[in-house]
């Protein structure tokens, strides 16, 4: 290990809002709204809060998904919120999630709104509220369960571990990115090894499982997460590339990535979607340049 630690933690640890970090501007230690922002509604009984972020991407592509299966019930507004210029401790939103993350959901189709955060509480909730892409034998919607639970634990080590030392902390800490590389590939290997005995992790079906885990551990062995696929080795884990590539193929996924864009090619970008004729009207001369 090239490495040396030379910081000795104080007794008592202080916030540094300039520690140099990406976030930086946005991270800070205590929980509520920093300002009052009413949030938008549109016209559907569903109200997306949200950013094409891989946690984002699960629940676009769940409610692209439910509209392909003929669900018109699952029609959305999907409002872009900018976590980079802090919408997300915005009152409005703070009221839905008081978490203060994307994606957030709000249901104002029963007689009183419903809120729902955590995107694998989302997935779950539309899963029921429609009753598909989550099995009722229990045998299998344990499998399908199982899963779901296992990307939600697990995705922090991809992002807030890996990601965030590779990719966005200010200095290389050969331990840190050491440290979550390992855990990574563990996962992906954890995933491999699933995706030789079965078409999709759930079982023989797509399922909400599938749908949270393929924006992280499929896009990151498709090359779209940190750049860090020949660092990873990603083109070992086999299965798990079939998986990705079939899953990247379906028609909700490809619209449901678009969702709440603002990075990337402008063609891949719908900024806010309140209308299936969004994908179709939207013209990248219409779109400008926006940041997260
Ligand atoms: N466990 C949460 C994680 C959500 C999350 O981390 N969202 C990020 C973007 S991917 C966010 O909103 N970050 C803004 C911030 O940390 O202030 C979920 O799955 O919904």
New binding site residues.
């Given amino acids: 290990m090239s490495d040396l630690n030379t910081y000795t933690p104080p007794k008592v640890w202080t916030f540094d809002s300039e520690n140099g970090g990406k ?1 930086a501007n ?2 800070r230690p205590v929980a509520g709204s920093t300002h009052e922002q009413v949030l938008p509604r549109g016209k559907h009984p569903l109200q997306l809060y949200s ?1 094409a ?4 991407v699960k629940v676009t592509v769940m409610l692209e998904e439910l509209l392909a299966l003929g669900f018109s019930g699952a029609e959305y507004d999907a409002w872009l919120i900018r ?1 980079q210029k802090g919408d ?1 401790f915005g009152s409005g939103f703070v009221e839905v999630n008081p978490n ?4 957030a959901l709000m249901d104002y189709s029963g007689s009183k709104p419903v809120r729902v955060f ?3 509480s989302i997935l779950m909730y539309l899963a029921e509220k429609f009753g598909v892409l989550l099995p009722t034998e229990p045998a299998a919607r344990a499998e399908c369960l199982s899963w779901l639970f296992w990307q ?1 634990g697990s995705a922090p080590y991809l992002g807030g571990g890996f990601g965030h030392f590779y990719a966005y902390a200010p200095t290389k800490i050969e331990y840190a990115i050491n440290r979550f590389a390992m855990e990574v590939k563990r996962e992906l290997d954890v995933l491999n090894q699933r995706l030789a005995d079965s078409p999709y992790l759930g079982g023989d079906e797509y399922t909400i499982a599938d749908i949270a885990t393929w924006p992280w551990y499929g896009g990151l062995v498709l090359g779209q997460l940190y750049e860090a696929a020949e660092f990873l080795q990603v083109h070992e884990y086999t299965h798990v590339l079939r998986w990705a590539n079939a899953i990247a193929k379906r028609p909700a996924v490809i619209r449901g990535r678009m969702v709440n864009r603002v990075m990337g090619p402008l063609a891949s970008q719908l900024h806010e979607r309140h209308d299936a004729g969004d994908f179709a009207t939207r013209t990248q001369d219409k779109l400008e340049p926006l940041s997260a």
């Fill in positions: 976030f946005i991270n950013l972020t891989p946690n984002g976590i997300q203060s993350k994307i994606p955590e995107s694998g939600m």
